[in-house]
């Protein structure tokens, strides 16, 4: 009997918790909210009512929030997957996360080694992370256009070997990133520039909020 009053309480709990994200957050205009599909109901209920922990109560009811709000948002994988979520798991792909630039990472010469290296072998083992760490990616275009907004236009003169080492996050990786804080895509298209071959690349402009900025070649390098 108390094993029974534990999982309800734990269902109680994410449900009012969960009512509460979609009473304070705001909703985007095209949401179509609606009941969540009954396999995939009867899959949370499962998870949530094992959720003891204040931590997984409130990833649990953001999860059930967000799939009422957009129903498809979260897949059964994803709940297995944060049900499995460990602290040093979930403090890795925060880490990560924060560093992405829609659904996939700049891998710079910090992850070849050491601790950022550990860090991705922990997130591919978990899901968290595509396992093909090399991928990478070719402009074609002059100018290319990375990101959608804000986004960085490199202009190539000519060809240019220009490939970059890129991760991707899985599926799970995506679905996961919808509980935590939108990453500072500006910062991180910033830090990606930084790094950029510069062979042939006539310049670099980021495009956002306060319009066109020149990052290469900078005008004063020594300011």
Do not use: C
């Amino acid at each position: 009997m108390p094993d029974a009053v534990r999982k309800i309480h734990n269902k109680v709990d994410i449900v009012l918790e969960a009512a509460e994200h979609i009473r304070t957050e705001k909703i985007p205009n095209d949401a179509q909210p609606a009941d969540p599909d009954e396999d995939w109901m009867n899959a949370f209920i499962r998870y949530a009512e094992d959720a003891s922990s204040e931590r997984l109560k409130k990833l649990y009811s953001k999860i059930l929030a967000g799939e009422i709000v957009a129903p498809g948002s979260f897949s059964t994988s994803t709940l297995r997957a944060v049900s499995e979520l460990t602290m040093q798991t979930a403090q890795d792909f925060s880490e990560l996360y924060a560093r992405s630039i829609e659904n996939w990472f700049y891998r710079g010469k910090e992850y070849d080694r050491g601790p950022e290296w550990q860090r991705l072998l922990r997130l591919q083992e978990a899901g968290f992370v595509s396992p093909s760490l090399d991928a990478t990616h070719q402009p074609e275009l002059s100018p290319w256009q990375v990101g959608s907004f804000p986004r960085l236009l490199i202009y190539i003169n000519g060809y240019v070997n220009a490939r970059f080492p890129r991760g991707g996050l899985t599926r799970i990786g995506i679905e996961t990133g919808r509980l935590l804080a939108r990453p500072d895509v500006e910062k991180n298209l910033r830090a990606m520039a930084a790094q950029f071959p510069r062979s042939n690349v006539e310049k670099i402009v980021l495009i956002s909020d306060r319009g066109s900025e020149l990052l290469y070649p900078l005008e004063h390098p020594n300011n």
